[in-house]
C-alpha cells in the first residue's frame, strides 16, 4: 500500500481530545476522502441520469419478454 503524508497543525490538546473520543485521525481523514469522492460520483451520476433521453414507451416489457422467451 502506498501512503502519503499529510501534516496539520491544531490547537494544543486536540489529538488528546481525539484518542479520548476513540478517533484515529488517519481512518478519520480517509474516511472523509472516501465520502467527498463517492459524492463527487453520484453528482456525476444526476448529471448524467438528467441529460439521458428516456427509453420509448414499453421498451422495458418488450426487453423482459425477450430475456424470458431466451432464457426458455
Known amino acids: ?6 501534516s496539520i497543525r ?4 486536540t489529538t488528546e481530545q ?4 476513540g478517533i484515529n485521525p488517519r481512518e478519520y481523514v480517509e ?3 472516501w465520502k467527498a469522492n463517492a459524492k463527487r460520483v453520484l453528482l456525476e451520476l444526476k448529471e448524467i441520469i438528467k441529460t ?3 427509453s420509448k414507451a414499453g421498451f422495458a416489457v418488450k426487453s423482459i419478454r425477450e430475456d424470458r422467451n431466451e432464457a426458455h
Not at 1 to 6: C, K, Q, S
Request: aromatic share 0%; proline share 5%; no cysteine.
Open 52 to 54: 439521458s433521453k428516456p
Open 18 to 21: 481525539l484518542k479520548k473520543a
Open 31 to 33: 474516511d472523509i476522502a
Open 10 to 13: 491544531v490547537r494544543r490538546g
Open 1 to 6: 500500500m502506498d501512503t502519503e503524508v499529510i
